[in-house]
């Protein structure tokens, strides 16, 4: 099975038991799955946005400095994973490495690593979609802000599409799945889910299609 896992950049937080685990399950996952994993660019994308907005660069640079940040990330984690040397910096370069694990940050301005997961996953005909984040998955208000905010176990793309829109924001800028994502989710096949990937042993069993605490999305409904 090909699995693809959008990987949030806020998981990027420097726990060295943490990606000792994450490495153990990836490791595990991988000899009996391909796992492709896009990294976010998280908290080191983020302080740069902000300062070079604050210097008055435009849109298109802030995303290049964060998708940098995206691909320095990715190094990290896959030389944590043994996994490939080289950051691809397409899809394309992606689908062709060999390797049983293969890490990549972003590609080019527009979008988020949510998107560049979503084609990727579409390129390598993938069987699922993992979107790791840093809450339990899809919520009807921000959960970090809201104590009665609701998780969704299911929801279905139009609705998604409804709440977060079909347009890129900005740079630095975070919702659910960002509209490039969803745009190409919608045309695609593969199952996606939404899950806490701070929550390794959960992450583990979506991973494995066990029961899981997250969202899955559908596709219609």
Partial sequence: MNIVIAFGGSLIDFDKDYFQEFKEVMKEISKEHRLFIVIGGGRVAREYIIFGREMKLNEEELDVIGIDATRLNARLVSYILKANRDIPESTDEAKNLKSKIVVMGGTTPGHS?????????????A??????????????KDPKKHHDAKLFREISIDKLIEMCGTEWKRAGESVAIDGPALNIAK???????????????????????????????????
């Fill in 187 to 221: 045309r695609s096949r593969y199952d996606i889910i939404v899950v806490n990937g701070k929550k390794l042993d959960n992450l583990k069993r979506a991973l494995l299609k066990e029961d899981f605490i997250g969202t899955k999305i559908k596709r219609e409904g």
């Fill in 113 to 125: 690593t949510d998107a560049v997961a979503a084609e990727l996953a579409e390129k390598i005909d």
């Fill in 127 to 140: 069987d699922l979609l993992i979107i790791a984040t840093d809450v339990d998955g899809i919520y009807n």
